[in-house]
């Protein structure tokens, strides 16, 4: 399979590179071709893929971050959903047979535990900018499928983690925080709300679902990437302070409270499993010591980010 990824130079784009490279496909890296930041430049998208040719596109860059899409809210909607905007169009003029594009659970918002799990028949109640930004990217996909008939699947993926992912989210934070103190003598790991409950997947697992659904996947659908299982922060926070070199604690910083924050997330992936035979096979545990061993080899400055 001749395979685009956009975002490829990014925590998730570099697994799925690997994992593409691994099944023999024919991978073209969007970001590597013409550099960065390519998703808005609706002409840049338009010449690669027609040049390109692929068979399969894996939409995949945008920006990510929740805490900054309150900083910056116009731009995160403009790389989201303009970004996807321009290459649902491209993949239409191109005649490409399979786009994937990955929005993000955050569009399900605020759910009740009559809700739980969620799934893909759930409202879309986005509560913070990020969340409408891939909200929006996603009507634009459906209006691709349904307008143009590109054969375009949606996945909804739920919080992924694992080694190389910045420490500008709650894992790597903590585990960045671990490895200062380690080398500092210091005991305190500050933590924000710890309460939280979310649905974990280790990122390898991730991208081996992107994978199946390009092949196995019905266009047009959305499906959800997830455990199937919640955690709360409080509970990582514990494991990798269990892997620590020196005895810590955890103490709560308002400071690192985002403005809204949803209380529990919990997905079903049953529609992902029956259509393509998927399941996690990485544990979360396995997931948290590599995180905590990635952050032990990056540069001792690092001091470990602003959220978590």
Not at 82 to 99: H, P, Q, S, Y
Not at 135 to 142: H, K, S
């Amino acid at each position: 399979m001749r395979a685009l990824v956009t975002g490829s130079r990014g925590f998730v784009g570099t697994h799925l590179v690997a994992h593409l490279n691994a099944c023999t496909d024919d991978v073209i890296e969007a970001d590597r071709v013409i550099g960065s930041p390519p998703i808005e430049d609706a002409g840049a998208i338009s010449e690669l893929i027609a040049e390109a040719r692929p068979d399969a596109v894996y939409h995949l860059a945008g920006q990510s971050d929740v805490a900054a899409s309150w900083d910056d809210p116009i731009g995160t909607f403009q790389t989201n959903a303009d970004g996807t905007l321009n290459v649902v169009r491209a993949c239409i003029d191109a005649g490409v047979e399979r786009l994937l594009s990955v929005t993000s659970s955050d569009i399900y918002g605020m759910v009740g535990p009559d809700e739980l799990p969620i799934t893909e028949h759930a409202p879309l109640r986005p509560v913070n900018p990020y969340a409408s930004s891939k909200a929006a990217a996603e009507m634009v996909c459906i209006q691709g499928f349904l307008g143009h008939g590109l054969g375009v699947i949606r996945a909804r993926s739920f919080n992924h983690l694992g080694p190389g992912q910045s420490d500008r989210f709650m894992a790597p934070a903590l585990a960045a925080r671990i490895v200062h103190n380690e080398q500092t003598g210091n005991t305190a790991v500050p933590v924000g709300n710890l309460s939280a409950r979310r649905d974990f997947t280790d990122v390898r697992d991730v991208v081996r679902a992107y994978r199946l659904l390009v092949t196995d996947g019905v266009p047009g659908e959305a499906y959800n990437v997830c455990s199937g299982h919640d955690m709360a922060v409080s509970d990582i926070a514990e494991t990798l302070l269990g892997l620590a070199r020196i005895p810590m604690t955890i103490e709560q910083d308002q400071r690192l409270f985002r403005p809204v924050d949803l209380p529990v997330q919990r997905g079903d992936n049953s529609k992902l499993q029956d259509a393509t035979g998927w399941a996690p096979e990485i544990t979360l545990a396995e997931t948290l010591a590599e995180t905590l061993e990635d952050a032990r080899s990056r540069p001792t400055s690092q001091s470990g980010g602003s959220h978590g």
